[in-house]
């Protein structure tokens, strides 16, 4: 009798997934906990490991199909043995003959890296990882593709369809939405699916313009506080708690200070009611591999601000090397977004529904500033406020912006409001 792997619970409120790439192949014996396929989730990537020792008879989900919770994936059989040569599952389509090449059993990349040098034919132990700890990611693949580029054929290594043959077959799963990864005749051009979390992302943010009254507030804050009290203490924090005092704390006290003051931006609607919530859940949204994410601070108006530094340090990382859990994403009551650390000088941030309100930061710029009558050099930011107006009101959030820039541009008030 064999024994069925189903989709696992999958976390709050996530009950669908996307079958990534099959680390197994039919045919293989696999030991309990071995890990056999990635699910794609609108969060994370969930890693589907073997319940029971035996051979991998049977893979009833390709990679690109839609699973949800409880969908047999896979069958084993206990009692089976691995024959001389595994047979690829016959619901796989069939790679490229004249490119293909045998995904390497290694984590030392990225699932969707593996996918992407899995579906154009790239080995992935000529690809050079510039990820954490040396993992290779979808940019390593992609700039290896284009160095490997032949000009004269006009297609690449990555398995561009040469003039005049035939193309490759797709994916025979019907639920998959387009075709793997796939450049035209004459290599201009690429198509890679969307991943499950690129097309939540992008449903996420047309229905927060779609179901909610987006507006914007802007005003600028002085940092020339905030920058020399961390020149100050930034040697003994460092010492005390193991973390560089950052600007992440100071925002996130501040945002507290504010939100506490104008409490409706730390609410949310339900039907015709507003939800208002006594507690502090920041979300900082990191740009990730496969898109945004916003890992959350819980609780953050009890953390000190070692405490809050470690935290946004620690998600930072997760983000980067994709090990963020679903509960580092679950629910958040605020955001913070920063993207002044890819150089933006100002930006109209979109909410992270069902929150109701997110702070924009950008980048720090020396500006002439009027200061007691004179015209002074100062640190300034351009801070951002974007609202959902069907509960806030414009007075509240331009209230809650100027009290931002208060905190900040007097550190030392943050204390009283800790």
Do not use: C
């Amino acid at each position: 009798m064999t024994i069925q792997i189903r989709v696992p619970e999958l976390g709050e409120s996530v009950v669908e997934a996307t079958v990534g790439e099959w680390r197994v192949a039919e045919g293989t014996a696999v030991n309990v906990g071995d890990v056999l396929v990635d699910l794609e989730t609108d969060k994370v990537d969930v890693e589907v490991g073997a319940d029971a020792a035996g051979v991998l008879v049977n893979i009833i989900a390709p990679a690109g199909a839609d699973v949800a919770v409880g969908d047999v994936l896979a069958e084993i059989d206990p009692n089976g043995a691995a024959p001389a040569e595994s047979a690829q599952p016959a619901s796989k389509p069939e790679p490229r003959p004249e490119t293909a090449v045998a995904p390497p059993e290694t984590d030392a990349a990225t699932p969707v890296a593996r996918r992407m040098a899995s579906a154009q034919g790239v080995d992935l132990s000529q690809v050079s990882g510039s990820g954490p700890r040396g993992r290779v990611t979808k940019q390593d693949v992609a700039t290896h593709m284009q160095k490997a580029a032949d000009p004269q054929a006009g297609a690449t290594e990555a398995g561009a369809t040469e003039a005049g043959a035939t193309p490759a077959p797709t994916r025979p799963a019907p639920q998959r939405p387009s075709a793997s990864p796939a450049s035209s005749s004459d290599g201009r051009e690429t198509r890679v699916r969307m991943s499950r979390r690129r097309r939540t992302i992008a449903g996420r943010l047309v229905e927060a313009q779609h179901t909610a009254a987006l507006l914007t507030t802007f005003n600028e804050v002085d940092m020339g506080a905030v920058i020399a009290l961390r020149k100050r203490r930034q040697e003994a924090f460092v010492a005390r708690h193991g973390v560089k005092l950052g600007f992440s704390s100071f925002f996130v006290k501040a945002a507290i200070g504010a939100l506490k003051a104008f409490p409706r931006l730390n609410a949310e609607i339900q039907g015709d009611e507003m939800v208002l919530k006594q507690y502090y859940d920041i979300g900082m949204a990191v740009g990730a591999e496969e898109g945004l994410v916003v890992p959350v601070v819980r609780n953050a108006d009890r953390k000190s601000f070692a405490e809050i530094e470690h935290e946004v340090k620690a998600l930072a990382g997760k983000a980067r090397d994709g090990s963020l859990s679903l509960e580092d994403l679950r629910g958040g009551t605020f955001t913070i977004t920063n993207g002044g650390v890819f150089g933006s000088m100002l930006s109209t941030p979109i909410l992270n529904p069902p929150q109701v309100g997110i702070l924009g930061l950008h980048n720090i710029v020396e500006r002439p500033v009027a200061l007691n009558g004179a015209v002074v050099i100062r640190p300034i930011m351009y801070l951002a406020l974007t609202y959902d107006h069907r509960i806030v009101d414009g007075r509240e959030a331009v209230l809650f912006l100027v009290r931002v820039k208060e905190l900040i541009e007097d550190p030392e008030a943050l204390l009283l409001e800790g």
